[in-house]
């Protein structure tokens, strides 16, 4: 069965430093691969997604991820941190021939110092 | 704003008691699903809907059950609710059956007394 792990499930940055959380997936099938983000009190906002094509994906806010197959990765980096980009972040995992649903890893929760 | 609406916001309710959660999707989208977020279990795929169908099924308790309309508009409906069914209850939609965009609503917060 398909899981996702989100290794770390607090990351905290200083304005303007690199963030990089980390997701590693297990699937028998080429996966999807998605990161929403989780601002407090809100709904569920896609980041970005990997289908097929490029392994670099580019999403909002300045965000990005690369999927790697060989290491079962699809760790999301931003060059710069902003205050605004604290929240919860999720990776999550979709399966062709199981239909949209999907699997979310643990969360990561991103905290920005001044 | 994702363009889908969930309601109520809040509900609070008692042991043993039924609640309905009502979804309605994206204009033009034909799946919905059902997840539950909770501190212990994380997110959960529930159920989902597509044009009508149920199309997939995740850890979804017999105590709940869910149907989807033919305007698409999707409810949840939980019964004999225990404590530990308090947690966040979200819909998302999509456009297709496997669609790998969702759309997520705000959420609904349910909290069993």
């Known amino acids: 069965a398909q899981s996702v792990t989100q290794l770390g499930s607090h990351v905290s940055v200083s304005e303007g430093a690199l963030v990089l959380l980390r997701c590693n997936y297990s699937?028998?099938?080429?996966?999807?691969l998605f990161w929403y983000v989780q601002y407090p009190n809100q709904g569920l906002q896609l980041l970005l997604k990997y289908t097929t094509g490029a392994t670099l994906v580019k999403g909002i806010n300045g965000f990005e991820a690369e999927f790697k197959k060989s290491e079962t990765s699809f760790h999301l980096t931003k060059p710069s941190a902003h205050m605004s980009d604290a929240a919860e972040y999720f990776c999550?995992?979709?399966?062709?021939?199981?239909?949209?649903?999907?699997?979310f890893g643990q969360g990561t929760e991103l905290s920005v110092k001044p | 704003d994702s363009g889908v609406t969930q309601t109520p916001k809040h509900l609070i309710t008692a042991t043993g008691q039924r609640v309905t959660l009502r979804c309605s999707p994206r204009?033009?989208?034909?799946?919905v699903y059902w997840y539950q977020q909770s501190l212990d279990q994380g997110l959960q795929f529930l159920i989902q809907y597509y044009n009508g169908e149920e199309r997939a099924k995740g850890n979804i308790l017999e105590r709940f059950s869910a149907q989807q309309f033919p305007d698409l508009h999707s409810e949840l409906n939980l019964s004999s609710l225990e404590l530990g069914d308090s947690a966040l209850y979200f819909c998302?939609?999509?456009?297709?059956?496997?669609?790998?965009?969702?759309?997520f609503g705000p959420g609904t917060r349910l909290t069993v007394t």
């Open positions: 999550a995992v979709s399966l062709y021939n199981q239909g949209g649903k999907l699997i």
């Open positions: 204009s033009g989208d034909l799946s």
């Open positions: 998302a939609s999509s456009l297709r059956e496997r669609g790998y965009e969702q759309y």
């Open positions: 699937s028998s099938v080429p996966p999807y």
